[in-house]
């Protein structure tokens, strides 16, 4: 494994449209182990493909359902090629989000509460995901990286956090 280097904004490979993984080759799965790595020497709770410098449609979530609550809430690993929406929710609510790939500024955006995705997991078999709250914002948010979208573009408000406050939720 290795820790790659995360690439920050104006990279173009994060305005790009990421290319569906189409092979689960050692290649597919060392990016797998390197995206894993990277993510928890960020340290962020999420990381997408082109953050890393590679246009495909990848994402690995390191998240514990319950940390807003309790911090040592155990953790889940989601490992998720071409992930895509089956279901949003109606409701929607605002929380601060960060991003690895643009440093040194937090916003308020507008997600989803609820969403069910589907996608590929790390063998190239068909996974279903529910999720809600902080775990279906960072999917929001990481899905949104594989269309070049950031979450800059969706903030109803951007602001350069005080110290502390960085950590609110770099993905
Ligand atoms: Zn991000």
């Not at 953050?51 to 319950?66: N, P, T």
């Not at 940390?67 to 989601?78: S, T």
């Not at 929607?92 to 996608?119: A, F, W, Y």
Request: with cysteine; proline share 5%; net charge negative.
């Amino acid at each position: 494994m290795a820790i790659r280097e995360i690439v920050y904004t104006p990279d173009p490979v994060l305005r790009r449209k990421a290319h569906k993984v189409t092979v689960f080759d050692k290649e597919t799965k060392t990016l797998i182990e390197d995206m894993i790595e990277t993510l928890r020497e960020a340290p962020g709770v999420g990381l997408a493909a082109p953050q890393v410098g590679i246009s495909s449609r990848l994402i690995v979530i390191e998240y514990g359902e319950d940390e807003d609550e309790n911090e040592d809430a155990p953790k889940k690993l989601y490992i998720v090629a071409n992930p895509e929406f089956i279901k949003k929710s109606d409701e929607m609510v605002e929380g601060v989000e960060g991003c690895l790939s643009v440093p040194n500024l937090v916003g308020t955006v507008d997600r989803h509460e609820e969403v069910l995705i589907k996608g590929l997991n790390r063998n190239g078999q068909p996974i279903k995901i529910k999720a809600k709250g902080w775990l279906a914002r960072i999917f929001q948010h990481e899905m949104d990286h594989l269309d070049g979208i950031l979450y800059t573009d969706r903030a109803n408000r951007i602001w350069q956090p005080s110290e502390g406050e960085a950590e609110a939720a770099d993905v």
